[in-house]
């Protein structure tokens, strides 16, 4: 049956109480707290390049923009299963989970290798290939 979600206006305090969560995550102790060493991304694995910011500043800001998309959906990922569709390797997917433990977390990408690679080095996410549409 139905979602666990929480769903509806969240509020102010709602993206607050979700920022705070991210921004926890920016403290190298609280890294460690959470298990989230810097990933080390062999050049083989298919990564959007991100010019001149650092990777994990970026992942978290990145993070950020879908947990404020999802508020302004009126929706807080407590409970449920969630799907980073085109996540590649769970860049972003790994720090959501580890965020919201509580809730189900899913990488998918057409991109094998990536998909692998997550599968090896993230433990709290759901891998999955999916297929790429032909003309892609």
Excluded at 4 to 10: A, D, E, I, T
Excluded at 41 to 58: K, Q
Excluded at 89 to 101: D, E
């Amino acid at each position: 049956g139905g979602s666990n979600f929480q769903h509806g206006p969240v509020g102010e305090q709602g993206l607050e109480v979700m920022r705070d969560r991210l921004n926890d995550l920016y403290e190298e102790k609280k890294l460690a707290d959470l298990s989230l060493p810097l990933l080390s991304i062999p050049s083989n694995i298919h990564v959007i390049p991100m010019g001149a910011e650092p990777c994990f500043r970026r992942t978290l800001r990145d993070a950020d923009m879908v947990l404020e998309g999802l508020w302004l959906a009126g929706v807080i990922p407590h409970h449920g299963s969630w799907l980073d569709f085109g996540g590649s390797h769970g860049r972003v997917t790994r720090v959501l989970a580890s965020a919201f433990p509580q809730a189900e977390w899913h990488c998918s990408d057409p991109i094998l290798d990536s998909i692998d690679w997550g599968k090896s080095n993230i433990q709290n996410v759901h891998f999955h290939q999916s297929e790429q549409a032909s003309g892609c």
